[in-house]
């Protein structure tokens, strides 16, 4: 929320028939020590408040809240969106370090705490400077010369490792670690308590594509190559216990911050780690696999790893501990509501905070979603109850009671209270009672429902789309039906723009198959006779590029693996050609193909690659992008590869520059003039490539826009797997048949061979995409047929509907819409000092990538706002 409350709300005790938590009278009761598992909330708001600060208050004013809710057991703290997120706990973490020199601290490795390094890094090293001096004192802290930390006094504790994994790989926390915390922010290396597997045992012993087998902890060795891994795994085990004494040593841990995972983890404590366990050697769940995958190189690997985490325990030893979770975006709204509010259990690592009275959870307006409290708060501070919350409420209710809209009856809504709050104001507004309202209003929601369905069955004609996406398959997970819908009507034409390269999401093993097919396949006679075709290789043959995609399609038309595989390596030895310059001929191919063999070889999963590795890898990508669309007739010249710079292999991406990543868009958009634009439009999280993407995309609208103000375009949001949008904010439903579902699932199986495997994939699903697709869709569709009936669809006089098994919602949008829906982009030059002073990117593998980057006067793009 944006609107700020005074400060002084903050330290207000509400009334007991508030949301917020109870007050009670301090001469009334006596001091008493919560036990384990006692919510702070259950305390007094004096002792909750004496363990605030001024940060604290100030992220309070600023959030829009007047105070913690009782049903959240840890005190929450809201912020707009991610980048504030990464300030507030950059200067909850300055102001704890001002105060506890010597201290103890453990801090996150991922994406998760980009913006808290950037912003620390930028306080620390701009100490007195204006722009860091005003920030400082806005939140109440200190700013003199000898108030700036030392950062080189306090104990840094690493909070997990993989293992095994050498730490001197740049995809291991140790790395992590090493570059952003010690060489970034000045921790001593001297005193820091770190997770080195090198030291710690022989890991030559464990077969890294077997994995560690932990029985051998308490069953007798098979052979003399698991008694030496046994013999090893006591010595991890050893050095943990070892390492848990030397925290408690010190009094435990000062400071912790962490985020949080799918099933609640913090650290890598899973779903059903013991609330008192220690730090050891442990294996972790699927959704942590899923989540580590990026990181290892996929889940063929961090299915085989196993950690070593400082255990639940080791985090809340110290009382005083002030340990503080940050979640950002809606993905992580359930599991947030969860751990906040449900009781403390093993099933919810996250849980066991509940019991620490400095306990904090920092979370964005996205990642508060699912908070029930808070969200009737906003629904009762809001200044008018609109059609679209009655929609939102009445469908939640449907769906919570399995009722059909029409049969929903006043106790159904009583039971809700999110339901009674909406409907008893909307009434007001009206000047009817409830009773009055609810069969009026529920025939609205369900004629509206229905409006939509017909506005997804709509055919357009004569329409110029250009169907944008962040990854190669965004667009076909996210509506695939729909394009099919549209393609139909050969009035119509189609471009599709791929706006990132996508190499990161191009495992080694899959490159690596792919030259053994083309290393088979340049000694054949049909290579031979291509090759012979003065321009059939040539990069810039457009021919020749349709050449390779029909002759795959036509090998999966014969399900002729063979004739695939020649269109495979067509398209990869063009592809060398174009990136090497080698020449069509078998010996120039054979040493290039011996030489990536050789380089790959010698890699590690998930190490960056070289610059040509990364375009040999997207062009990769890129193929899969022409195939899929040429299912449905389309040439490569209709699908754009924009290749936006900001995508890179470095742990943060850059933010978007016009020059770079803005005016290849807006050239793409002035050559071909689209009637309709869509886009990924995904809730805030701005770390995320499909974020960024929607930043440049619609900067690139507005240009267009000022340079052809007579352009009519209209836009339509999508979302694939990541995220789902709400009947309630979809305005157009898209109608999917079995027969849809046939089609995506064939053509995403036999289109994106680098995706088959699912090397990277949802936490929610151990399979291909195009599964979890077909399960999202048709969920949306028993939400549809719960609010309408059952009788609806299957009496429906249309074959259509009656053949609906999935929906696919979408928002459609004008420009000025899509524009509200999309955060405002500013120059440099427009910054504040607050956001200017956390401009700085983190680039590369060295020491150097930490000197924060000036962005140009007039390319840079503000991210600092939320979407």
Same mark, same amino acid.
């Given at each position: 929320m944006s609107t700020a409350s005074p400060t002084s709300a903050f330290l207000q005790t509400p009334p007991k028939t508030s949301l917020l938590s109870n007050g009670h009278d301090d001469s009334s009761e006596t001091e008493a020590t919560p036990s384990p598992g006692t919510s702070a909330l259950n305390r007094r708001p004096s002792e909750i408040l004496a363990h605030g600060s001024e940060v604290e208050k100030m992220a309070m004013a600023k959030s829009g809240y007047p105070g913690f809710f009782d049903d959240e057991r840890v005190p929450t703290i809201v912020v707009d969106n991610f980048p504030d997120l990464g300030k507030v706990t950059a200067l909850r973490f300055i102001e704890w370090a001002q105060a506890n020199p010597g201290g103890v601290v453990s801090l996150p490795t991922g994406k998760t705490p980009e913006y808290f390094i950037k912003w620390v890094t930028r306080i620390l090293n701009g100490w007195g400077e204006p722009a860091v001096v005003e920030v400082l004192s806005e939140y109440g802290l200190e700013y003199g010369p000898e108030a700036k930390p030392d950062i080189g006094s306090l104990i840094f504790v690493q909070i997990d490792e993989f293992f095994p994994i050498n730490p001197r790989q740049s995809n291991s926390f140790y790395s992590y670690v090493d570059l952003l915390y010690l060489r970034g922010m000045g921790f001593d290396p001297e005193k820091a308590l770190l997770i080195d597997g090198s030291t710690i045992c022989d890991m030559s012993v464990f077969d890294a594509t077997e994995g560690v087998d932990l029985s051998l902890r308490f069953r007798a060795p098979c052979n003399e190559q698991e008694r030496r891994q046994r013999d090893e795994i006591i010595k991890v085990d050893e050095w943990c216990n070892a390492h848990e004494a030397r925290i408690r040593a010190l009094g435990g841990i000062g400071f912790f911050l962490g985020g949080i995972g799918p099933d609640g983890h913090i650290a890598f404590n899973c779903s059903g780690a013991d609330h008192f366990s220690t730090t050891r050697l442990s294996p972790i769940n699927y959704e942590t696999q899923a989540a580590a995958a990026?990181?290892?190189?996929? @889940?063929?690997?961090?299915? %085989?790893?196993?950690? @070593?985490? @400082?255990?639940l325990g080791t985090i809340t030893y110290n009382p005083e501990c002030v340990a503080i979770i940050i979640a950002a975006g809606e993905s992580k709204s359930s599991i947030v509501a969860k751990s906040l509010t449900q009781a403390a259990t093993v099933a919810l690592p996250a849980t066991v905070l509940h019991s620490l009275d400095s306990a904090r959870f920092y979370i964005t307006e996205g990642a508060a979603k699912q908070l029930a409290k808070r969200e009737l708060y906003r629904l009762a501070s809001a200044e008018t109850i609109t059609m679209e919350n009655v929609v939102e409420v009445l469908v939640d209710l449907c769906v919570s009671v399995h009722k059909e809209l029409v049969q929903l009856t006043p106790s159904d809504v009583a039971a809700s209270p999110r339901a009674a709050l909406v409907l008893t104001r909307f009434a007001?507004?009206?000047?009817?009672?409830?009773?009055?309202?609810?069969?009026?209003?529920?025939?609205?929601?369900?004629?509206?429902?229905?409006?939509?369905?017909?506005?997804?069955?709509?055919?357009?004609?004569?329409?110029?789309?250009?169907?944008?996406?962040?990854h190669h398959d965004d667009v076909m997970l996210g509506y695939m039906a729909g394009v099919m819908r549209q393609t139909s009507n050969p009035t119509n034409s189609h471009k599709f723009a791929c706006m990132t390269s996508g190499f990161n999401s191009v495992t080694n093993k899959f490159m690596v198959e792919q030259l053994g097919i083309a290393e088979r396949f340049i000694h054949t006679k049909e290579f031979a006779k291509l090759a012979a075709e003065r321009s059939y290789f040539d990069p810039a043959s457009e021919d020749g590029r349709n050449r390779d995609v029909w002759q795959y399609l036509d090998g999966v038309a014969a399900k002729s693996e063979p004739m695939k595989e020649q269109g495979i390596a067509r398209r990869l030895i063009r592809n060398l050609i174009e990136i090497y310059s080698d020449t069509p001929d078998v010996a120039s191919l054979s040493t290039r193909i011996s030489v990536l063999l050789n380089y790959f070889s010698t890699q590690y999963d998930g190490q960056r690659n070289t610059p040509d590795v990364q375009m040999l890898k997207g062009k990769c990508r890129e193929w899969e992008a022409d195939c899929v669309w040429a299912w449905l007739g389309w040439e490569t010249r209709d699908v754009f590869h924009a290749r936006l710079q900001f995508y890179t292999a470095n742990l943060f991406d850059e933010e978007p520059e016009v020059t770079r990543d803005v005016l290849p868009i807006l050239d793409y958009l002035k050559e071909y003039e689209p009637d309709v634009v869509t886009m990924a439009l995904d809730p805030e999280n701005a770390q995320d490539t499909h974020y960024k993407v929607l930043q440049a995309l619609t900067t690139a609208l507005r240009l267009y826009k000022e340079a052809r103000p007579a352009a009519q375009v209209s836009c339509i949001g999508y979302r694939n797997v990541w995220y789902r949008f709400h009947p309630s904010f979809s305005n157009m439903y898209i109608p999917v048949t079995l027969m849809d579902f046939a089609i995506l699932e064939s053509s995403f199986l036999n289109s994106y061979g680098s995706q088959r495997d699912a090397s990277f994939p949802s936490y929610e699903h151990d399979g291909p995409f195009s599964d979890l697709t077909q399960q999202i869709q048709q969920d949306q569709y028993f939400i549809l047929k719960t609010c309408l009936g059952r009788d609806w669809f299957q009496k429906h006089p249309e074959p259509l509907i009656r053949a609906t098994r999935g929906f696919v919602f979408l928002k459609e949008m004008s420009l000025d819409e899509f524009y509200a829906q999309s955060r405002?982009?500013?120059?440099?030059?427009? %910054?504040?000092?607050?956001?200017?002073?956390?401009?700085?990117? @983190?680039?590369?593998?060295?020491?150097?990538?930490?000197?924060?980057?000036?962005?140009?006067?007039?390319?840079?793009?503000?991210?600092?706002?939320?979407?």
């Open positions: 990026g990181d290892l190189g996929g @889940i063929e690997v961090s299915s %085989k790893r196993l950690v @070593i985490t @400082i255990g007001q507004q009206k000047d009817m009672s409830v009773d009055a309202l609810l069969p009026r209003v529920a025939q609205q929601v369900f004629d509206l429902l229905v409006s939509r369905i017909e506005a997804g069955c709509r055919t357009y004609d004569s329409t110029r789309f250009l169907h944008t996406e962040p405002a982009l500013k120059s440099a030059t427009e %910054k504040g000092p607050a956001a200017a002073s956390a401009s700085g990117a @983190i680039v590369g593998d060295d020491a150097e990538a930490l000197t924060p980057r000036k962005a140009s006067s007039h390319n840079s793009l503000d991210l600092s706002h939320r979407l």
